[in-house]
């Protein structure tokens, strides 16, 4: 079998292979085309739950959560103090498993690793870590994207005061109306986070189902700071009303930062900005959303604004990265939502992403050299979210009419992770494999559960006072009166006494409540349908059976079944209609005739088969921890020591 000498790993998050082909066979794809071609392909079972952390830190080292720790979206683990605050599992330092990256470099290879959960801080010596997500989805912008607007309800962004222009040096067309727009931290939702997520419209699936055993968050606001200011010119140029806008700082229209016409983006504006953290550097852009001919009404988006220091490891690749390939943006400035007027701008946002990505490993590979690339790209797991519902006939809240274009802007998040994929391409040669993988794929929910009032329903969880929600039942835990209580969104603890800070159940009832945990789930059911919401659930002494063992496991395991979703569910109700599309919660066999929730492998290049698909009759799924194995045994090396998976052989010649 022919040696590979370097690896690409685009991982794209949430991808299904129904979805795939569906778009290539149409030819909206034709690099995934490509790869089909000249590779091979399978579906592929994701770790339990199908969690973002969980299955990026798998892909990474071959080990099921039980070794690599990252089994929720942080790293709570039973019998925690109540007053700690976990480390999200995106952070290197969470990861207790080998990665492929590390076991490289004791074979003397260098690897660059860009966006991926689990690599930052590096633990590397010679490899390259940029544009880390070491606290979630939403790491290191300095402030979120903005849509300054003249509109008088200003819900979608801050709202604009113009009025005629003066004292402006240079020469100005009359009439021109002037205005001003500030930039800086002001009260506006915590930066890092799953609030933050959904504010930029990604969603950490699960993330917010822990949240039970601590008091509801006040919406405590940052202070309002400093701003930076721009002033803003509107002119007509053309005599038939205002059609240009002057974006300066400082009333001088001879030298703006950027002239714009409806529909354009200004040039990258790198300045020290307010923040939370002090005054950093950071860079934006500016588009010009919509302007009318009166001026009457303006929308100008003001993008994320990312630093342009500290944001790779080394420290010193950072401001070389944006010198030489440009700045970098995690999110798009405008959020995802189902009105799909400003979708084309966020997909002009996401192709510079996908662009920057491509031009940045190239780059290094010219001027510092890497053997294995690893890169995780999100966004198709934000449009999913958004979007996949509505397309699919099996969903409750399918749209008919609105399912066109709900399947286009899933197409467009598809055609640009084909971008990614031709770019990567032209970067390949004979002696290297090209793959992608995805963490989990996507499918609509049919019914939405509350797992804390179904505990508080058959007596294991007792709360106290305070107001609830549709999420979880009023007030705070009620420990003296509490037997089990969630531990994530697909684990659930025993109040354990000696244990918990708080505990009462005795060390010789623990399995009877593990038995009462598990009659719980097992016996809920949709009442109109008589279908169980849950799929299995088991003790932590079995939970190794899907991959589930240590400090951090819960002390009963479950997943749901197929069509169930965590979800707010109104009053005392524990399951209710379900209005979106999730992986996180449904057992990951979980398809439609639209989506799938497996996740997808597919590699090309020396020592690979050709124009071959797994036979699943045969041998089933891929495994999402077979990759690791599979990778390092085409390449030479020696897995990472935690690995757990096999080398999936009959892909390769």
Not at 367 to 378: R, S, V
């Amino acid at each position: 079998m022919a040696q590979a000498k370097r690896l690409i790993v685009l991982g794209i998050d949430a991808i299904s292979l129904p979805l795939v082909n569906r778009f290539a066979q149409e030819g909206s794809l034709p690099y995934f085309k490509r790869l089909m071609e000249e590779g091979a392909i399978s579906k592929a079972l994701p770790c339990l739950p199908a969690y973002t952390p969980t299955n990026w830190a798998t892909i990474a080292t071959g080990a099921y959560p039980g070794a690599h720790g990252a089994g929720n979206w942080d790293d709570r683990s039973p019998g925690d103090p109540l007053d700690r605050k976990p480390i999200s599992t995106f952070h290197s330092r969470t990861i207790t498993a080998q990665t492929i990256w590390e076991a490289a470099e004791k074979a003397g290879k260098r690897s660059l690793v860009a966006a991926y959960p689990g690599a930052f801080p590096s633990r590397l010596k010679t490899g390259l870590v940029i544009v880390p997500l070491q606290r979630g989805l939403v790491s290191h912008k300095i402030l979120s994207g903005e849509v300054y607007s003249t509109e008088e309800d200003a819900s979608q962004g801050t709202s604009l005061v113009l009025k005629p222009a003066e004292n402006w040096n240079g020469e100005i067309i009359e009439p021109a109306l002037e205005g001003v727009i500030t930039v800086g931290l002001g009260p506006e939702a915590p930066l890092t986070g799953p609030a933050a997520a959904r504010a930029v419209g990604a969603t950490e699936d699960g993330a917010d189902q822990a949240v039970v055993t601590a008091a509801p968050e006040t919406g405590a606001k940052h202070p309002q700071t400093a701003g930076l200011h721009f002033n803003i010119l509107l002119q007509s140029t053309s005599g038939n009303g205002f059609d240009q806008l002057l974006i300066a700082q400082g009333k001088d229209a001879s030298s703006p930062l950027a002239r714009l016409s409806p529909g354009q983006w200004s040039p990258w504006i790198i300045r020290e900005i307010p923040s939370k953290a002090g005054l950093q550097s950071g860079s934006m852009r500016f588009k010009l959303l919509e302007l009318s001919p009166d001026g009457k009404r303006l929308r100008l988006l003001r993008s994320e604004i990312y630093p342009t220091t500290s944001f790779t490891e080394p420290e010193s690749l950072s401001e070389e990265l944006v010198e030489q390939v440009g700045p970098y943006i995690e999110h798009s400035g405008l959020p995802l939502s189902l009105d799909l007027e400003d979708y084309q701008t966020i997909l002009e946002e996401i192709e510079y992403q996908v662009d920057w990505h491509i031009k940045a490993a190239k780059y290094l590979h010219e001027t510092k050299g890497w053997e294995i690339y690893y890169l995780h790209w999100h966004f198709p797991d934000s449009v999913q979210h958004r979007f996949l519902a509505c397309a699919d006939p099996a969903s409750p809240i399918y749209d008919a009419k609105a399912a066109p274009d709900c399947i286009d802007a899933l197409r467009q998040a598809y055609k640009l992770g084909d971008r990614l994929l031709g770019g990567f391409m032209q970067l390949c040669d004979n002696e290297t494999i090209i793959s992608v993988v995805s963490d989990h794929g996507h499918v609509m929910d049919i019914f939405y559960c509350s797992l804390a009032k179904r505990l508080q329903e058959v007596g294991l969880l007792s709360y106290s006072g305070g107001q609830g929600s549709a999420q979880r039942p009023p007030g705070n835990i009620d420990w003296s009166q509490t037997k089990a209580y969630p531990h994530g969104g697909a684990q659930i603890c025993v109040n354990l006494k000696g244990r918990e800070p708080e505990g009462i159940v005795e060390p010789k009832d623990y399995e009877a409540v593990q038995e009462e945990i598990i009659d719980a789930l097992l016996d809920w059911r949709e009442p109109e349908s008589g279908k169980r919401a849950v799929a299995f659930a088991l003790k932590k002494k079995d939970a190794s059976l899907v991959g589930y063992w240590g400090k951090r496991a819960g002390d009963v395991v479950f997943i749901y079944n197929s069509g169930f979703s965590w979800g707010a569910t109104k009053g005392d109700v524990t399951i209710g209609t379900a209005s979106g599309a999730h992986h996180g919660p449904q057992i990951p066999t979980t398809e439609t005739d639209l989506s799938s929730n497996l996740a997808l492998l597919m590699m090309a290049g020396p020592g690979v088969r050709r124009s071959f698909e797994r036979d699943y009759q045969q041998l089933s799924y891929a495994r999402l921890v077979d990759l690791v194995p599979t990778f390092c045994h085409l390449l030479g090396i020696q897995p990472p020591i935690h690995s757990q998976g096999a080398v999936l052989y009959d892909l390769l010649e």
